[in-house]
């Protein structure tokens, strides 16, 4: 059973940056991808981006590229997610989740395993 934890979310101002990270236990996580996925109010949950087992290979949303970047530190069993130049419509819950499969995946059905998600709210 794998566990995810995030933590890091808070209220900031346009233009800050904040830095998500996410606990994994129960795996080791040098073998599993992750993802992370955000959910803004009576919005359907969107991918966010995503990192391969070894993080040789990144994929992100369009509406991050650039801004965003995701990292994992294999020997602490933690994703972290760099959020930069943050824009009021970035407000949203953050969620870290595993795929099912070996690649990196962006539809919510391709994930079997989710945190409890970390606020992040971006104030103009």
């Known amino acids: 059973q794998v566990q995810l934890v995030e933590s890091g979310g808070g209220l900031v101002q346009a233009g800050d940056s904040l830095r998500l990270s996410c606990a994994v236990s129960?795996?080791?996580?040098?073998?599993?991808?992750m993802g992370w996925f955000r959910q803004a109010p009576g919005k359907e949950r969107e991918f966010v981006a995503g990192?391969?087992?070894?993080?040789?290979?990144?994929l992100y949303a369009d509406s991050v590229k650039g801004r965003f970047t995701i990292s994992r530190d294999n020997a602490k069993n933690t994703v972290y997610l760099q959020l930069n130049s943050l824009k009021p419509e970035d407000t949203a819950v953050y969620y870290c989740?595993?795929?099912?499969?070996?690649?990196?995946?962006?539809?919510?059905?391709?994930?079997?395993?989710w945190g409890q998600g970390t606020q992040v709210t971006v104030s103009s």
């Open positions: 989740a595993v795929p099912r499969g070996r690649f990196i995946a962006t539809y919510n059905y391709e994930y079997d395993y």
């Open positions: 129960g795996r080791n996580l040098s073998s599993i991808v």
């Open positions: 990192i391969s087992w070894t993080g040789g290979q990144t």
